[in-house]
């Protein structure tokens, strides 16, 4: 199946409607029929505010999550325009994607 890889990269500590972030993105997905749906927490990383470590216990909530959906275009298109309702200003990535099982 070809479809998208749609990535939407938050902060570990943003909240939207009284739960974080990414949570939100994750719930949304679901009730507008996403199959599935994943968080990563960062381990470091560097950007435009400097870099950042999960070593150090004083930037708890400071590193960036990324949740990712493999879904079909329209889903996408569809989740992106969810997140612009909420407005909410996210950074996204979206890739081209094929989805298969191994054999």
């Given amino acids: 199946m070809n479809a998208v890889c749609l990535q939407v990269f938050v902060s570990e500590a943003s909240r939207h409607r009284g739960k974080p972030t990414y949570e939100w993105l994750l719930d949304t997905a679901k009730t507008q029929g996403i199959g599935g749906g994943s968080a990563f927490r ?16 004083e930037l708890a909530g400071e590193l960036p999550v990324v949740v990712e959906f493999f879904v079909e ?31």
């Fill in 73 to 103: 275009a329209a889903l996408a298109d569809r989740l992106l325009e969810a997140i612009a309702a909420a407005e909410l200003k996210l950074v996204y990535a979206r890739l081209p994607a094929e989805i298969g099982v191994t054999a």
């Fill in 42 to 57: 960062a381990l470091a990383g560097f950007g435009r505010h400097g870099r950042r470590d999960a070593g150090f216990f």
